[in-house]
C-alpha cells in the first residue's frame, strides 16, 4: 500500500456530516501519502436531537479516535510519532 514504513506518511481524514437526519449525503474519505483509499458516500453520519449521543440539531462529529481504540492488550511494542495533527469546521481547500 501507500505506506512506506520508517518514514513520515500523510494521512488525511475528509469527512463531511449529512445536511440532516437520513439526508443520505455524507462524505468520508481516507488519503494516505496523495492516495485516495477510501470514499463513502450518501452517508447519514448525523446525530439527530433524539439520539442520546448528542443532545441538539447542529449536525456535527461527535467525537472519535486519532490513533484507533485498541491501545492496550498487545505484548509487540510499537511507536508512533504524530505530527501536525490539525483539525477544520470548513473546507481548507485542498
Do not use: M
Not at 436531537?49 to 486519532?66: A, E, F, Q, R
Request: proline share 5%; aromatic share 16%.
Amino acid at each position: 500500500g501507500p505506506i512506506v514504513r520508517g518514514q513520515w506518511n500523510q494521512i488525511r481524514i475528509h469527512f463531511k456530516t449529512a445536511t440532516a437526519p437520513l439526508a443520505n449525503n455524507g462524505v468520508s474519505e481516507l488519503w494516505i501519502n496523495g492516495v485516495l483509499l477510501f470514499q463513502k458516500n450518501n452517508g447519514d453520519f448525523w446525530y439527530p436531537t433524539s439520539s442520546p449521543l448528542y443532545s441538539d440539531s447542529t449536525c456535527t462529529i461527535h467525537n472519535g479516535y486519532v490513533l484507533g481504540w485498541s491501545n492496550s492488550g498487545f505484548t509487540d511494542l510499537t511507536e508512533l510519532f504524530v505530527d501536525e495533527f490539525k483539525i477544520y469546521n470548513a473546507n481548507p481547500g485542498w
